[in-house]
């Protein structure tokens, strides 16, 4: 009796197996049909795209450098020049001495009478021009000429006529009257030999031109004496 309920259960056992290998292999038939439809529909998509691996390769960007804006650079006449009042042997420059406006600046003599006959226009133009600063630098040191102008003389520091003739030869300044006019930069906008009526239409009109794009930049002094009146009235009127 024993042996048939031992018969039985491996029967069952077997049948078991029999039946769990062949799901199995429908299982596995049926993912690998699947696989095999899901290929072919993916081909077949693909087969609709157009072509673009002719085209062209996209170039790339090239990011190039905007040019610096260039930065005035000062003549090195405006720099270099360095003059005195008649009176001492003080040193001055263009720069300081024109506190950032435009310059006129004039190389005169003591023996030159073309030179000495222009500075009655100078004064006149200094006068019409206030914005204008005029500098007349004499190149034969200090003497004894007067003008409503200041006047000065080549004082290149060391205080020899030789290190004076030298600057003035480095510049081309070999006859007077030498003009030369520079903005707020010390860039040079005219330069010219020979004595002029400063003071005319003509003079004025292209001295103007140069002269006018830099009245802007020019901040004049506050009257003070003002500032505190109005200061004084408006604390009356808080008052009454």
Same mark, same amino acid.
């Given at each position: 009796?024993?042996?048939? !309920?031992?018969?039985?259960?491996?029967?069952?056992?077997?049948?078991?197996?029999?039946?769990?290998?062949?799901?199995?292999?429908?299982?596995?038939?049926?993912?690998?049909?699947?696989?095999?439809?899901?290929?072919?529909?993916?081909?077949?998509?693909?087969?609709?795209?157009?072509?673009? *691996?002719?085209? #062209?390769?996209?170039? #790339?960007?090239?990011?190039?450098?905007?040019?610096?804006?260039?930065?005035?650079?000062?003549?090195?006449?405006?720099? &270099?020049?360095?003059?005195?009042?008649?009176? $001492?042997?003080?040193?001055?420059?263009?720069?300081?001495?024109?506190?950032?406006?435009?310059?006129?600046?004039?190389?005169?003599?003591?023996?030159? &009478?073309?030179? %000495?006959?222009?500075?009655?226009?100078?004064?006149?133009?200094?006068?019409?021009?206030?914005?204008? !600063?005029?500098?007349?630098?004499?190149?034969?040191?200090?003497?004894?000429?007067?003008?409503?102008?200041?006047?000065?003389?080549?004082?290149?520091? #060391? &205080?020899?006529?030789?290190? $004076?003739?030298?600057?003035?030869?480095?510049?081309?300044?070999?006859?007077?009257?030498?003009?030369?006019?520079?903005?707020?930069?010390?860039? *040079?906008?005219?330069?010219?030999?020979?004595?002029?009526?400063?003071?005319?239409?003509?003079?004025?009109?292209? %001295?103007?031109?140069?002269?006018?794009?830099?009245? &802007?930049?020019?901040?004049?002094?506050? $009257?003070?004496? $003002?500032?505190?009146? #109005? !200061?004084?009235?408006?604390?009356?009127?808080?008052?009454?």
């Amino acid at each position: 009796m024993m042996k048939k !309920k031992t018969i039985k259960k491996i029967l069952r056992s077997k049948v078991l197996c029999t039946a769990l290998l062949f799901l199995c292999f429908q299982s596995a038939k049926s993912s690998k049909d699947s696989s095999i439809d899901f290929t072919e529909s993916l081909e077949k998509d693909l087969s609709d795209v157009p072509e673009v *691996m002719d085209s #062209k390769p996209l170039k #790339k960007k090239l990011f190039t450098k905007k040019p610096r804006q260039k930065v005035a650079v000062a003549h090195s006449l405006y720099e &270099g020049l360095r003059f005195s009042f008649m009176e $001492n042997s003080t040193p001055l420059s263009l720069e300081k001495y024109s506190r950032k406006t435009p310059v006129l600046l004039i190389f005169w003599g003591s023996f030159c &009478g073309p030179c %000495l006959k222009e500075f009655p226009s100078l004064e006149r133009l200094a006068k019409s021009m206030p914005n204008l !600063k005029i500098v007349c630098v004499a190149i034969d040191g200090p003497n004894e000429i007067t003008s409503e102008l200041p006047l000065f003389y080549v004082n290149q520091g #060391k &205080g020899t006529e030789s290190d $004076n003739q030298r600057f003035l030869a480095k510049h081309s300044i070999e006859s007077v009257p030498a003009f030369f006019l520079f903005d707020t930069t010390g860039k *040079m906008l005219w330069k010219g030999i020979g004595a002029k009526e400063w003071d005319s239409a003509s003079v004025i009109d292209k %001295l103007k031109k140069f002269v006018e794009p830099f009245q &802007g930049k020019l901040h004049p002094k506050r $009257n003070k004496t $003002n500032r505190t009146t #109005k !200061k004084l009235s408006s604390k009356q009127r808080v008052h009454s």
